[in-house]
């Protein structure tokens, strides 16, 4: 797990923190910087902030890839730069972001002060479908391609570097998470993805990886998909579906109960 930035293309870093095995990005043009999410707390966001000095160019915007805590509880820290999300990701922030802080503080007692010092900062720019960012020099694409790992995932891409920033659609860990998904729809999202991978896949956690092993992923969340449907419907008992399944058993009971109240 790298401690340092790591240029995965032309003026295009990441770096993978211990911390919840986080990965951030950072995309720079000759205006500046952008940053690809902000971390779970302030303190958290703060150690971001210093590391981005690191780098060439002044910060000028931030991008969070969904609403989720511990890829937008940080944002408070970056409030003077305009904080881009899709339209649904400061609804999903009001509507979850207390709930998921009292779980944090019950979760994580030695970090419960920094949780509850959080500041929750919503998104200040939004789009609906596509928004693309004069960074200086070069363009960042902001793409909203359909629910998956939430009702407001977007992806970054970077024509230029042939670099797509997935968030938490794509992950390089032991498996997505679907505490807030759409297992049903989240293969077609996923193909939508794999259409605009020119190059290398920036994951929200775990390290960068090519497009095969995107499309194994996407494979495997149809896998999965199916046998919700096949689960749901009564045609497979819960417990074959979770035997099948590409996923770790926990992480597949989530989905199936999610993707039944999805088929409901």
């Known amino acids: 797990m790298t401690s340092n930035w790591q240029e ?30 902000t971390r779970a707390n302030h303190r958290l966001a703060d ?7 690191q780098l060439p160019g002044e910060l000028v ?3 969070n890839t969904h609403g989720h805590w511990d890829h937008a509880f940080g944002n408070a820290r970056f409030a003077h730069l305009p904080i881009w999300g899709h339209v649904r990701c400061a609804g999903f922030m009001a ?24 500041v929750l900062t919503p998104p200040t ?25 939430t009702d407001n995932d977007i992806v970054a891409v970077v024509p230029d570097a042939a670099v797509l920033v997935a968030g938490d659609l ?4 032991p498996a997505p998470a679907f505490g807030d998904s759409f297992p049903i729809v989240w293969p077609e999202t996923g193909l939508a993805l794999l259409a605009l991978v020119a190059g290398t896949v920036v994951p929200g956690h775990g390290d960068p990886f090519e497009r095969g092993f995107a499309e194994r992923q996407v ?7 199916e046998l919700a449907r096949e689960a749901v419907s009564g045609a497979i008992a819960l417990d074959e579906a979770v035997r099948r399944s590409p996923f770790p058993a926990h992480e597949t009971g989530v989905a199936l109960e999610r993707a039944r109240l999805e088929l409901e």
Not at 47 to 53: G, I, V
Not at 95 to 114: H, M, N, Q, V
């Open 8 to 37: 995965v293309g032309d003026r295009v870093w990441v770096r993978r923190y211990v911390a919840l095995d986080q990965t951030i990005g950072a995309i720079g043009g000759d205006a500046g910087l952008a940053v690809i999410d």
């Open 47 to 53: 150690e971001l902030r210093d590391d981005l000095r």
């Open 61 to 63: 915007a931030v991008i």
């Open 95 to 118: 509507e979850t972001g207390e709930a998921a802080r009292a779980e944090l503080i019950e979760s994580y007692p030695e970090d419960a002060d920094a949780f509850r010092d959080v």
């Open 125 to 149: 720019q939004s789009f609906e479908e596509r928004v693309s960012l004069d960074l200086g020099g070069r363009q960042l694409e902001l793409h909203y391609l359909g629910r998956g790992h």
């Open 170 to 173: 794509l992950e390089n860990a």
């Open 219 to 225: 494979a495997e969340l149809a896998e999965l998909a």
